[in-house]
């Protein structure tokens, strides 16, 4: 599935308030910071409930696989933080593909100029 199938698809069940207008960029805002967190949420939930990060005194700190229920549920997260990622793109008058292609440029810049680490967005 392209970007653009994508968004065809998921912004076809937008339906939230301000849509089109100020209040809709600062509602999906909101709603992808809040998707993010939940995504975050299963990652501690795996680490402190299913031992995704485990710790012995002479090996020091390893990563177990996920559980494959958890892996489900992070998957389905994502999704929804996409969904909101199309939502903001569609709300600042572009799309995924053009965001993709801009940040890949931004990125092959950092690495050229070797800047790939540190901080700030104008590096």
Same mark, same amino acid.
């Given at each position: *599935? =392209?970007?653009?199938?994508?968004? =065809?698809?998921?912004?076809? =069940? ?32 795996? *680490? ?22 958890? @892996? ?21 008058? =572009? ?17 050229? @100029? ?10």
């Amino acid at each position: *599935m =392209t970007f653009e199938e994508y968004e =065809t698809n998921a912004l076809s =069940t937008a339906v939230y308030p301000g849509r089109g207008e100020g209040f809709g960029l600062m509602y999906v805002a909101l709603k992808m910071n809040g998707e993010a967190g939940e995504f975050a949420e299963h990652v501690g939930k795996a *680490m402190r409930d299913d031992k995704f990060i485990d710790y012995a005194e002479y090996e020091g700190w390893w990563c177990n696989a996920l559980d494959p229920e958890r @892996e489900s549920l992070l998957i389905k997260e994502i999704g929804d933080v996409l969904w909101y990622l199309a939502a903001a793109a569609k709300e600042l008058g =572009t799309d995924l593909s053009t965001i993709a292609r801009i940040n890949n440029e931004k990125l092959a810049k950092r690495k050229a @100029e070797g800047k790939l680490g540190g901080s700030g967005d104008n590096r």
